[in-house]
Structures are given as structure tokens and as C-alpha cells.
Nanobody, 116 residues
């Protein structure tokens, strides 16, 4: 089994920054892509960013240039640095891990609220 634990959510004013972290534990054999998704009230869950085991990254269009995803494979850690936050970034953010051996897992989510 695999557990994903997110941290770092909170409240911030527009233009501010937050840093989300996700630590994976359990059977890490063949861990591949780690991702961040988010879900705002009344909306579908959407991809924010992902990073492969080799370090390749991709971002959702609305966060490009503002968010940065990184990972430390030695610690099974993925980080999402969020800068220049906007009201529309308010959502629950979820960590997601995909394994080449098969299987994928979600974290419990962490709330990010951007308000003035």
C-alpha cells in the first residue's frame, strides 16, 4: 500500500505564495509520475502539474509561469511552489502518484484559499 500526505495549504491574499508538499510512503517500487490536481467547489478535478521520475514537468495552462513543481526522489517528496496566487486558485489540492508496476493513489487533499 501507498500513503500520500499533503501539507502546506492555508489562506493567502491575492499575489501571495504558498508551498505545498506531499510525502509518499509505503511500497515505492516503480514510482513514476507524481502530480498535483485541484478541485474547486462545483467544478471538476483538474490537473495542476505533474513531474515524471526523470524530472520532466508539465503544467495546466492557468498556472504556467506561476507554479513550479519539483521532487526529491530520495525522500519520495513532491513540492508545488505557488506564486502570484489568484482568487481562482482557491481549491482543494490533491497529490497523486502513479506507479509503472500498476496502481495509483491520491492524498487526502489540502485546502488553499486565496481571498482579499
Amino acid at each position: 500500500q501507498v500513503q500520500l500526505v499533503e501539507s502546506g495549504g492555508g489562506s493567502v491574499q491575492p499575489g501571495g505564495s504558498l508551498r505545498l508538499s506531499c510525502v509518499a510512503s509505503g511500497t515505492m517500487y516503480m514510482l513514476d509520475t507524481m502530480s498535483w490536481y485541484r478541485q474547486a467547489p462545483g467544478k471538476q478535478r483538474e490537473l495542476v502539474a505533474f513531474i515524471t521520475s526523470g524530472g520532466s514537468t508539465n503544467y495546466g495552462g492557468s498556472v504556467k509561469g506561476r507554479f513550479t513543481i519539483s521532487r526529491d526522489n530520495t525522500k519520495n517528496l513532491v513540492v508545488l511552489q505557488m506564486n502570484s496566487l489568484k482568487l481562482e486558485d482557491t481549491a482543494v489540492y490533491y497529490c497523486y502518484a502513479y506507479f509503472v508496476r500498476g496502481g495509483s493513489y491520491w492524498g487526502q487533499g489540502t485546502q488553499v484559499t486565496v481571498s482579499s
